[in-house]
């Protein structure tokens, strides 16, 4: 049987192999500048509008940051995975609601034991700063989901793992998404964020078994709540015709 003939590699790739190496072997690192686009097209033999392409595939990536007229640098902070990539497969194999939250009560339930034992005095500040916004914002349900959003993040933050802390905001993005929409028509917003406050208070006393229950406790009262919504949005339309 004739084997076949290895695909060639696109100019693009190659920009993407060229930083992917520069990272690996230290000679780039977080806040650093590369090369100009004419350098990098120069030293790989391609194009300028090819090595464009590349670099906008590692900003897509979260690797690299193009800011117009200084340059392209390589991403500081914690690594952000794009939620793009998800949203795709969840398209593709039909994830259902009831998985996503199945999936993040997997995960933020360990990640907040993690933040009770691991959290430092700066971010435990954060999640305070963002309990607080959601008491602020008990009339304006936009902004309460924002803060709600950023305050699974900083919770994931505190927990001190890098990778977990990035899966976290790729899928709280995607649940942004799912939520903006209906966000207005929320109810019992005070409960979430009393919800919300009992987590950060178990965090805050260096209570991991407290932080997991808590952390679990209103996961699950949002996916009820969740369910709801949804029943009494498919039983809308019957609703109108009588």
């Known amino acids: 049987m004739q ?13 993407v192999a060229k930083v992917r190496g520069l990272i690996e072997r230290g000679e780039a690192r977080s806040g650093d500048r590369l090369p100009p686009e004419r350098d990098m097209a120069h030293q790989l033999g391609v194009s300028r509008p090819s090595v464009r392409s590349g670099l906008k595939s590692l900003a ?47 995960l933020e339930v360990a ?8 959290a430092a005095p700066d971010t435990l500040v ?14 304006q349900p936009e902004e309460f989901l924002d803060h709600d959003i950023r305050f699974h993040e900083a919770v994931a933050a505190a ?11 790729m899928v709280s993005k995607m649940f942004y998404e799912l939520r903006h929409n209906r966000i207005r028509g929320a109810r019992d917003l005070k409960v ?11 965090i805050r006393a260096g209570d991991p ?4 229950t808590a952390m679990g ?23 109108a015709q009588q």
């Open 126 to 139: 954060v999640i305070s700063d963002e309990t607080t916004g959601m008491f602020a914002s008990l009339d």
């Open 111 to 118: 990640v907040a034991g993690l933040a009770a034992e691991r």
């Open 192 to 202: 979430a964020a009393e919800e919300h406050r009992v987590i950060y208070q178990a």
């Open 159 to 169: 927990a001190g793992n890098p990778i977990l802390a990035s899966v976290v905001e």
């Open 217 to 239: 406790d209103h996961l699950r009262r949002a996916a009820d709540a969740q369910a709801q919504e949804d029943d009494g949005a498919n039983d809308a339309p019957s609703r």
């Open 60 to 106: 897509a990536m979260g690797v690299v940051q193009i800011r117009q007229g200084a340059g392209t640098f390589i991403t500081g902070g914690p690594p952000v995975l794009a939620s793009e990539p998800l949203r795709f497969l969840a398209a593709l194999h039909g994830f259902t609601r009831t998985q996503m939250f199945e999936a993040r009560l997997v």
């Open 209 to 212: 078994e407290r932080a997991r």
């Open 3 to 15: 084997s076949k003939p290895p695909r060639k590699v696109t100019a693009a790739e190659l920009v």
